[in-house]
């Protein structure tokens, strides 16, 4: 072998490596095909290469990528019949790889350029399956010999490799997108089922926030008006976290308001949805709530609480947790549940609240917590938009674990 047949073979072996190299950086299958026609063209001097692709549903091989073609007679996108048009299409059937040195005197050979005088097809195959065609063509005569044949064999089982992972990539890409595109339509729709502005009510001012640690969750929070000028308000936490426990919400509010628009008191209102969530709910979910009805005649609140966590009051003696029965989850089991009534003066606040607000961590691990809650709420001043910013600074940037809503309730 002399100098310049072994420099020759050199740059051939820098094209597999090449080759090799993108099967491991290049996923994008359109940006692969062409870097793999340019490489080509450029290591090997060929005139014309391309990869054709198969596509199973019409037993047709489509033009992928093309490189050097001085007139447009086939290009990216034009389809071959597999078995019925020229070397390609022989190619296609056979699975073998095909060498005409003299394509003028061949029997499959159709022009694509009357320059061309040489051409080579190799199959491109996965685990023995044919996915497409890796084609070459020469203005001289015979201008791919043995070992150049086998040279190129090996590049295409390169490339096979680097298409059939290009493509897993792509489905992979495209079913994340169609999940990501599903997540923010149902985050669209849990978030119209959150009331769209604060209720108008005599001698209260009701506000609420409800912040999802995913695209969705569990966390919900409602106003319901009463025939006789009441409110009804509730705040929920459905076990579980995501998809599955935002439909349990969802199914849960359809239940609650059924027996909520009845003006039902919110013990009975508590014990008729738990029934239906005890024969339907998975089993192992559940769901804490607590319901109200403000009374802006009586100014009071009366409510019943289901396994949630206990409603700061603000008054003019200061602030406690409420000392109440908490009684069980609903969709546990059939059980009662006591009401509570509260009279709410003028400046008197009360807080509802999920427990990924009081159990929010910082990178530290500890926990917002429950005297934290209670002092910024001594604030006058403060809000459910202060408190939720209060428990971002403390995270100082640790992701949320669980869904954080309030609703606050304050006397005027």
């Not at 002399?2 to 420099?7: G, I, K, R, Y």
């Not at 108008?200 to 569990?218: D, I, N, R, S, W």
């Not at 239906?276 to 005649?297: C, E, G, N, S």
């Not at 990924?356 to 006058?380: C, F, K, Q, W």
Request: proline share 5%.
């Amino acid at each position: 072998m002399n100098d310049e047949d072994q420099n020759q073979r050199i740059q051939e072996l820098f094209l597999l490596q090449r080759v090799a190299q993108r099967i491991n950086s290049i996923l994008d299958l359109d940006v692969l095909l062409e870097e793999v026609v340019n490489d080509v063209a450029q290591t090997f001097g060929y005139s014309r290469s391309g990869v054709l692709l198969k596509d199973d549903a019409t037993n047709e091989l489509v033009i992928a990528a093309v490189r050097g073609w001085t007139i447009n007679y086939h290009v990216k996108g034009d389809r071959f019949k597999i078995g019925a048009f020229g070397m390609v299409g022989h190619v296609g059937e056979t699975g073998e790889t095909y060498y005409a040195p003299d394509v003028t005197v061949d029997p499959y050979y159709q022009i694509s350029e009357t320059s061309t005088r040489s051409e080579l097809d190799i199959p491109l195959k996965v685990h023995g399956r044919l996915i497409g065609v890796f084609d070459f063509q020469h203005h001289e005569l015979n201008a791919f010999p043995a070992g150049r044949i086998q040279l190129l064999e090996a590049l295409a089982g390169h490339i096979a490799t680097a298409i059939e992972n290009a493509r897993l990539f792509q489905r992979e890409r495209q079913e994340k997108e169609r999940m990501a595109r599903e997540l923010d339509e149902a985050r669209r729709v849990q978030l119209s089922l959150f009331p769209s502005q604060a209720p108008h009510l005599a001698g209260f001012e009701v506000t609420g926030l409800c912040l999802p640690c995913q695209e969705v969750g569990g966390d919900w929070y409602d106003y319901i008006p009463l025939q006789d000028g009441r409110l009804a308000l509730v705040l929920a936490d459905v076990s579980g976290k995501g998809m599955a426990a935002a439909l349990l919400m969802a199914s849960t509010r359809s239940i609650l308001r059924l027996f909520a628009e009845r003006g039902l008191p919110p013990g009975e209102v508590l014990l008729q949805v738990n029934r239906v969530l005890v024969k339907d709910f998975p089993r192992a979910k559940f769901v804490t709530m607590i319901y109200a009805i403000i009374d802006p005649a009586k100014r009071s609140i009366v409510f019943a609480n289901a396994g949630h966590l206990p409603p700061l009051f603000v008054d003019a003696t200061g602030p406690r947790f409420l000392e109440i029965d908490s009684g069980l989850p609903l969709g546990i089991q059939e059980v009662s549940f006591t009401e509570y009534r509260l009279d709410m003066p003028a400046g008197s606040r009360l807080l509802l609240y999920s427990d990924g607000v009081s159990e929010a961590m910082n990178s530290s691990l500890e926990e917002y917590g429950a005297i934290r809650l209670r002092d910024h709420i001594t604030n006058p001043s403060a809000s459910v938009q202060s408190l939720l910013d209060d428990v971002r600074t403390f995270a100082g940037g640790y992701p949320a674990s669980d869904d954080r809503t309030l609703v606050m309730i304050r006397a005027q």
